[in-house]
């Protein structure tokens, strides 16, 4: 069944590159298995798949122990400083960064543990309450500051689109995190890449592929809902 689900979300992946005229190399699914137990993944790891998302610190640490160590982890949750140690030196990326105070977390333990993290910055666009991430006004600030600290690297931009009835409405979303991600990228900040957009999730991934992501992070339509 995750196979399955799986083929047929890289099947959506590609023909939404077909209609953006993209590659469909510069697009990466990320299979989001929080809450999913190890032989769920281990259904996605034998038909290939090697990116999974986790949203739990503690949950990516576990996982992390007992998985192959060719899986590359994302984590895509909102990250409190005090679990920081547990996502550094076993994540490839953190999505989730929103606040200088987090990137300093995440400074002190790389250089602990004497790693580079990668890491995108979270935008909330939307401006929803309910959600983390910066404003967009507050973004090349943030990006400015935390480029300075030596053991992280900004690889680009992540953001959470609303839950909404027809996908297409976040299309203005999506494109309003790439168009930041432009306006950053020609201020040629030291240590910023902008080469990563993380958006679209299940319900708008097709969407978000057209307007520009390299990372969608799906969930429900691989492993199928969650309690
Ligand atoms: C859970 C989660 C996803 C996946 O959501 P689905 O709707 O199940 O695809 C993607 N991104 C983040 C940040 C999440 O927390």
Request: charged share 30%; with cysteine; aromatic share 6%.
């Amino acid at each position: 069944m995750v196979q399955e689900n799986i083929n047929k979300v890289e099947e959506k992946i590609k023909a939404a590159c077909v209609r953006a005229g993209r590659r469909k190399e510069d697009v990466t699914l990320i299979a989001v298995s929080k809450t999913k137990p190890i032989e769920m993944i281990e259904e996605a790891l034998s038909c290939g798949k090697r990116e999974f998302g986790e949203n739990k610190a503690q949950e990516l640490k576990q996982k992390y122990e007992v998985l192959p160590k060719d899986i590359k982890w994302h984590f895509i949750g909102h990250l409190q400083t005090n679990k920081v140690k547990y996502v550094v030196g076993r994540a490839c990326l953190i999505h989730s960064v929103d606040s200088y105070h987090l990137a300093e977390a995440i400074e002190a333990e790389s250089a602990k543990k004497n790693v580079i993290s990668h890491i995108l910055i979270e935008v909330n666009v939307a401006q929803e309450d309910s959600k983390f991430g910066v404003h967009e006004e507050e973004a090349m600030e943030l990006v400015c500051a935390a480029a300075k600290l030596p053991h992280i690297k900004i690889d680009g931009l992540m953001t959470i689109a609303p839950f909404v009835e027809n996908p297409e409405q976040n299309r203005k979303i999506f494109r309003k995190l790439y168009k930041l991600s432009v306006d950053i990228a020609s201020k040629n900040i030291d240590n910023v890449s902008m080469g990563v957009l993380s958006m679209g999730m299940t319900n708008d991934y097709e969407i978000a592929v057209e307007e520009g992501a390299t990372y969608v992070r799906v969930g429900t339509a691989i492993f199928g809902g969650r309690s």
